[in-house]
């Protein structure tokens, strides 16, 4: 058996432990920045930390920790080697560490983010590591994107189109976005984000609480969006 399948899912005090929600998506769709904006609306109110994750570099760590949204320590880069999705999905060990170490020093916390590095549609967090997992797209990507499916588009707790301030720039009707990405999803729900629209990002910040007081009332079940397109790693 899997050594993350024996760890425990309260803290040692019977307390629930801290939400772990996944930040997925491809690269560059905007997931350092969700991070950084849940963690300036909600670090005033929350106990908080992060942990990314890159490929090669800690990257995305340095640019939360130079935003200074919350204190350096309280962020940890897991640098995963090899393709993100092997270490949000295949093997969480490294990540689960890395938030235990987190909780364990810092805690009792309330919420712990968790960014995967960029992949591509077809990644998302394992339960076993994610209670509950968003997925970023954004306009810049395509118009499209929303239609092409995978489980992130169609199972993540929430799906974001985000950059949505971009929009008149690559010629991209946010609506019919938000519109196909609501046919595909079947009843969960669908945010346009841009950074630059406060209203917006207060949204996911409440949607967010509202994820936190369901985890805490034990009543919030963790989803698998599915597996991953069957593929081979050389
Ligand atoms: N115009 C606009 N740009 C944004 C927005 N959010 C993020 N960006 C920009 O998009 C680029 C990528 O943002 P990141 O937050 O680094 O994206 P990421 O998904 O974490 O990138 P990787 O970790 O490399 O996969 C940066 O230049 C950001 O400044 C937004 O709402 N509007």
């Given amino acids: 058996m899997p050594d993350h399948e024996n760890r425990p899912h309260t803290h040692h005090l019977g307390r629930p432990r801290a939400l772990r929600l996944g930040v997925a998506g491809p690269v560059g769709t905007g997931k350092s920045s969700i991070l950084a904006a849940l963690c300036r609306a909600l670090a005033p109110e929350l106990s908080m930390a992060v942990v990314t994750n890159d490929i090669y570099t800690d990257e995305d760590a340095r640019f939360l920790r130079s935003s200074g949204v919350l204190p350096t320590e309280r962020i940890r880069a897991v640098e995963t080697g090899a393709c993100p999705h092997t270490a949000i999905r295949d093997d969480v060990t490294a ?46 990507g395509g118009g499209d994107v929303a239609r092409k499916g995978g489980p992130g588009i169609t199972g993540a707790d929430l799906l ?25 999803r079947d009843g969960l729900p669908v945010l346009a984000l841009s950074r630059k629209d406060p209203a917006s990002v ?33």
């Fill in 160 to 184: 974001i189109v985000n950059k949505t301030d971009l929009a008149p720039h690559v010629e991209v009707d946010v609506a019919a976005m938000v519109a196909d990405a609501e046919a595909a």
């Fill in 95 to 140: 990540n689960l560490d890395a938030v235990e170490d987190l909780e364990e020093a810092y805690g009792p916390l309330d919420l712990v983010l968790v960014e995967s590095g960029g992949d591509n549609l077809t990644a998302t967090f394992s339960p076993a590591l994610a209670d509950a997992q968003l997925f970023c797209i954004d306009v810049a």
């Fill in 202 to 234: 207060a949204e996911l910040a409440d949607w967010v609480k509202t994820l936190l007081v369901r985890h805490r009332a034990g009543v919030h079940v963790p989803t698998d969006p599915g597996p991953m397109a069957p593929h081979r790693h050389a």
